[in-house]
């Protein structure tokens, strides 16, 4: 086989791929730019709201990580039993999902309202005026109150989403995204800054518009699945009891409990890095919300390779065919390391515009821009590990992720970040700049496990 045609696919692959992926780009894109504008309005009304509104958006992306951990495992199954057409197969993982969702949910609301207040005053140890960080302290538990009643609709359209998502049904979600965020953009512009003869909210109206648009969403995505059960032949019967077969349960179990667990330490892990990095002033928590803002509108493309991963090789795994899915698997990744050149020169280019749109201190946004170039220059690296880690992932290889993921974030990251944070009188950027280079480390690993193929595996083919 040349080069060309191991790295590069023909124009029906590209087709194929870009009907999966460009749904959940747009999706996404407009979700991450509305979030920017969310971010940058908030920024409007002072640097203590925009504080307090990142550190407790940071909590609920532990919440939403989870979520996502737990669907991804039983997602892993849905992919493949979409693969094989078994309609009840996908039924019992739509069902499994309601059930961990439902204990997840919960446990977050009672954990946020017992103790959201010294969750969110973790990160405001840095140095900085008392009473800005009283102010974002204040801010944040506000936001938080009113966050938590969007927490059982941001889960239900997770599980619908994904259901559909792996069926190959990515357009309904899209559709559904847009009405949310359009929802979401227009309640800001009105609660945040008191339009139409309604009073100036600030940070409160931002968590009112973002919750009203989580109901919106679920509302457009739930009615259209059980409207039309010819397209989700899934959805017939499936509140019709709980059941699902208990050697399945305990398959998706021994399988999802790692991906659920990744996720969690994951994203705790990368809290406690943000955590790490505020120890510095207050300046650098300001600093790290606003590229992270910035970043995540970039990495959509990263992101869309991951869920296009998901589910191509996934069902290419459920019909058995290990050479047709190797082969699909390696221009996937070549074709995500392609794209993510491309956007980490745009990132580059674009960063001074954006940062300079927040009314923050000129300090806060050198930092910003710092932050943003550091991330750019280490974009591809982030796309190779990413495209790696849904590899193993699509073929049930759900404890070597585990490892790869989760456990070198607390085993190297977290503690290089604490310790010269802590322990060196090093500038902040370079820290940075070495944590971010140390995921060159997990590239090797991740490029060694999918050559020699560990996750190319059939696992509904008993179910």
């Known amino acids: 086989m040349s080069?060309?045609?191991?790295?590069?696919?023909?124009?029906?692959?590209?087709?194929?791929?870009?009907?999966?992926?460009?749904p959940i780009v747009v999706q996404n894109g407009i979700t991450q730019f509305v979030n920017l504008l969310d971010n940058i309005m908030v920024g409007q009304i002072g640097t203590e709201p925009m504080t307090g509104v990142s550190i407790t958006n940071q909590l609920i992306f532990v919440f939403n990580l989870c979520i996502f951990g737990a669907l991804s495992g039983v997602g892993i199954f849905g992919a493949q039993f979409a693969g094989r057409k078994d309609d009840e197969g996908i039924r019992h993982t739509f069902r499994f999902k309601l059930l961990i969702a439902a204990v997840l949910t919960v446990l977050a609301i009672a954990l946020f309202v017992m103790f959201g207040t010294p969750l969110i005053s973790l990160f405001l140890q840095g140095e900085g005026d008392a009473a800005n960080i009283g102010a974002?302290?204040?801010?944040?538990?506000?936001?938080?109150g009113i966050m938590n009643l969007g927490l059982v609709p941001f889960a239900l359209v997770q599980i619908y989403a994904?259901?559909?998502?792996?069926?190959?049904?990515?357009?309904i979600p899209?559709?559904?995204s847009v009405a949310a965020v359009l929802t979401n953009l227009v309640g800001n512009y009105i609660l945040i800054f008191g339009k139409l003869g309604l009073p100036a909210l600030g940070a409160k109206g931002a968590a009112i518009a973002t919750v009203a648009s989580r109901f919106v969403e679920f509302c457009i995505i739930a009615v259209w699945t059980h409207t039309h059960t010819d397209q989700c032949r899934f959805i017939k019967g499936a509140y019709s009891s709980l059941h699902i077969p208990a050697p399945l349960f305990i398959k998706i179990c021994k399988k999802?409990?790692?991906i659920l667990l990744n996720e969690a330490l994951w994203s705790l892990?990368?809290?406690?890095?943000?955590?790490?990095?505020?120890?510095?002033?207050?300046?650098?928590?300001?600093?790290?919300?606003?590229?992270?803002?910035?970043?995540?509108?970039?990495?959509?493309i990263t992101f869309a390779f991951?869920?296009?991963?998901?589910?191509?090789?996934?069902?290419?795994?459920?019909?058995?065919?290990?050479k047709k899915a190797k082969e699909t698997d390696t221009k996937l990744i070549a074709f995500s390391l392609s794209c993510s050149v491309v956007t980490a020169a745009l990132l580059a280019l674009l960063t001074p515009a954006l940062v300079h749109t927040y009314k923050v201190t000129p300090q806060v946004q050198d930092l910003a821009v710092s932050f943003l170039y550091v991330v750019a220059a280490t974009q591809t690296i982030r796309a190779f590990v990413h495209a790696c880690y849904f590899t193993l992932r699509s073929g049930g290889?759900?404890?070597?992720?585990?490892?790869?993921?989760?456990?070198?974030?607390?085993?190297?990251?977290?503690?290089?970040?604490?310790?010269?944070?802590?322990?060196?009188?090093?500038?902040?950027?370079?820290?940075?700049?070495i944590v971010q280079l140390l995921d060159i480390l997990k590239g090797i690993v991740g490029f060694i496990l999918v050559r020699k193929g560990v996750w190319l595996r059939n696992i509904v083919a008993d179910s």
Do not use: C
Request: charge should be positive; proline fraction near 2%; hydrophobic fraction near 45%.
């Open 3 to 22: 080069i060309k045609s191991r790295f590069i696919g023909d124009k029906a692959f590209y087709k194929h791929t870009l009907r999966i992926m460009l």
């Open 136 to 144: 974002a302290l204040s801010y944040g538990r506000e936001y938080l």
């Open 162 to 171: 994904s259901t559909l998502r792996e069926t190959g049904e990515t357009v």
């Open 174 to 176: 899209m559709k559904a």
């Open 256 to 258: 999802g409990a790692p």
């Open 269 to 300: 892990g990368i809290s406690t890095l943000i955590q790490s990095y505020s120890f510095y002033s207050y300046d650098v928590v300001a600093a790290l919300n606003i590229s992270q803002t910035i970043n995540r509108l970039f990495d959509i």
């Open 306 to 322: 991951g869920s296009a991963i998901s589910i191509m090789v996934g069902q290419i795994l459920g019909m058995g065919d290990m």
């Open 397 to 433: 290889r759900t404890v070597i992720t585990f490892l790869f993921d989760s456990v070198f974030v607390w085993v190297v990251s977290v503690p290089a970040a604490y310790m010269l944070t802590r322990y060196t009188g090093l500038h902040i950027i370079p820290i940075y700049v």
